[in-house]
């Protein structure tokens, strides 16, 4: 079993920069693909970045459109912790954050291929 657990939401300013941690528990954390949706009011929960494993190569990042550019994801496997730094925040960035984890590498973007999630971490960036 996979406990996450979301850290570092806030109010932020548009323009503004946050860091959002998710914790991990588990001792294979350095296995898993981990990734962040998000969700705002009245829509569907949406996919903002994956971090994988490929081979040997570990922290390979793929972001959805919307926020190339902006946000970055990473991991320290040493402390079973990813993170996901967040520049030049915009309004419409506002939601619930959320970390999932899975078995297995891949770049998965979907709401249903991932089989924990945290408990999500609000955001809100004003205009």
């Known amino acids: 079993q996979v406990q996450l657990v979301e850290s570092g939401g806030g109010l932020v300013q548009d323009g503004g920069s946050l860091r959002l941690s998710c914790a991990t528990s588990?001792?294979?954390?350095?296995?898993?693909?981990m990734a962040w949706f998000r969700q705002a009011p009245g829509k569907e929960r949406e996919f903002v970045a994956v971090?994988?494993?490929?081979?040997?190569?570990?922290?390979?990042?793929n972001y959805a459109d919307s926020v190339k550019g902006r946000f970055t994801i990473s991991r320290d496997n040493a402390k079973n912790t990813m993170y996901l730094q967040m520049n030049n925040l915009k309004p419409e960035d506002t939601a619930v954050y959320y970390c999932?984890?899975?078995?297995?590498?891949?770049?998965?973007?979907?709401?249903?291929?991932?089989?924990?999630w945290g408990q999500g971490t609000q955001v809100t960036v004003s205009s």
């Open positions: 999932a984890a899975r078995e297995g590498a891949g770049y998965y973007t979907t709401r249903n291929q991932y089989a924990y």
């Open positions: 588990g001792r294979t954390f350095g296995t898993y693909t």
């Open positions: 971090l994988t494993i490929i081979g040997r190569i570990t922290n390979i990042g």
